[in-house]
């Protein structure tokens, strides 16, 4: 049998993704785009790939002569790091995120949490995206960088255009304002490492200051560059996969009905939302090596992409995993990537998502769709522009 063609502006996969890849799934474990490069469906080969040893991680189509500072940045990303450069500094991030600091920025987070939600109408329409999901990684960014709501919300707004260049560099669209966006956060972030040698806070970018492993210590650039990636990372993640979650949920009401029950399947409410409604499509890497896995022949520098719903919605690896069940046995997901390439931010960004399900199961006794959800023109099922809910509060106690 043919080897199947996936396109991925093909508007079956727009109008019914999971149906387009199960018809897929059913002729093959793989596919090609109509350029040639291979598309992976199942865990077993997505695992392969993402353990980046005969694949890396690689941005796909970027001119770097677009803008020669935002592939710069992008090189000193994390993310796109290898080796024992990626391995050093996931030590050091990681022994940042100590647990001090954690606990400290999950009671900040509990208390802004609670302060979106009292914002939130008692009876009629609200827009989740805007009043909630929108403006909670915003307010976050006070307690990573240990900074004045009014400065987190300027550096809000830089993020917000500056996450943008990867598509900026691909189409050359806005890159100027794009690159512009990048080095305010940049200087930003530079300026406020000059005022905390000597004067650190409690905060998570004064811990990346200080922290060190056998006398190793991140750089001032890499501060500068691995932060405003993490915030990016924690930002931008919340602000788009947390209306999915609920929306998620607003399809299952018998799975909120589960998570009042039981407040503790908070977390595992998170990772099966993402599972079930992954805000990543694809997830581009590069042939280190000409070599030959499975059959499939690839010279070095070809592209293989990892399908996250569809790797998500394996069924020889999870059961029933056309369905949310926020109690099922962990399944895996790949919202956050996975292996030596997962997300930086994903630690900031399940704590933020499991805190706001946690804040409404506490004040609001019932939560309706108010509206049909709002995709993004082009986007349907992955982003959601609006998502119009209904909310009964919890009435005070008295006496």
């Known amino acids: 049998m043919p080897v199947p063609i996936i396109d991925l502006n093909d508007q079956r996969f727009r109008a019914d993704r999971y149906g387009y890849i199960a018809e897929l799934r059913a002729q093959a474990s793989y596919a090609r785009t109509p350029d040639g490069a291979v598309v992976f469906f199942d865990q077993a080969d997505v695992m392969e790939v993402l353990r980046c040893v005969d694949f890396r991680f690689a941005f796909n189509r970027i001119d770097a002569t677009k803008s020669p500072y935002l592939a710069r940045a992008i090189e000193h990303e994390l993310l796109n790091m290898h080796g024992d450069a990626h391995k050093r500094l996931s030590r050091l991030l990681k022994k940042a995120l100590r ?52 400065q987190a919300e300027g ?10 260049k990867i598509d900026a560099l691909q189409s050359g669209v806005g890159i100027a304002e794009v690159e512009d966006a990048n080095r305010r956060i940049h200087d930003y972030l530079r300026d406020l490492l000059a005022q905390r040698r000597g004067n650190p806070g409690d905060d998570l970018f004064s811990e990346m200051m200080q922290v060190e492993i056998d006398g190793d210590r991140i750089g001032a650039e890499e501060l500068v560059f691995l932060s405003g990636e993490l915030a990016s990372a924690g930002v931008d993640t919340t602000r788009a996969q947390l209306p ?21 399947l908070a977390g595992r409410a998170v990772d099966e939302g993402m599972r079930f409604a992954p805000l990543p499509w694809v997830i581009p890497h590069r042939a280190t090596r000409d070599m030959t896995y499975r059959d499939i022949a690839f010279a070095e520098g070809d592209l293989a992409f990892v399908m996250v719903p569809a790797a998500n919605r394996d069924p020889s690896a999870t059961e029933r995993p056309d369905e949310f069940i926020i109690d099922r046995a ?63 509060k919890m009435k005070p106690l008295h006496g």
């Open 99 to 150: 647990d001090r600091v954690v606990e400290g920025m999950r009671r900040k987070i509990a208390d802004i949490v609670a302060e979106l939600v009292a914002g939130l109408p008692a009876d009629g329409p609200v827009d989740f995206c805007s009043a909630f999901a929108d403006p909670l990684p915003a307010r976050v960014l006070g307690p990573v960088f240990g900074i004045a709501y009014e």
């Open 244 to 264: 999915l979650i609920l929306n998620a949920f607003l399809d299952h009401p018998q799975e909120w009905d589960k998570l009042r029950a039981d407040p503790g």
């Open 155 to 164: 550096l809000n707004e830089w993020i917000r255009i500056g996450g943008r």
């Open 330 to 392: 962990p399944a895996r997901h790949f919202a956050f990537g996975a292996g030596m390439h997962s997300c930086p931010g994903a630690h900031l960004a399940k704590m933020e998502m499991s805190m706001a399900l946690l804040g409404l199961l506490e004040a609001c006794a019932d939560i309706q769709r108010a509206a049909p959800p709002e995709w993004e023109p082009g986007q349907e099922g992955r982003t959601l522009r609006r998502l119009d809910i209904t909310i009964r």
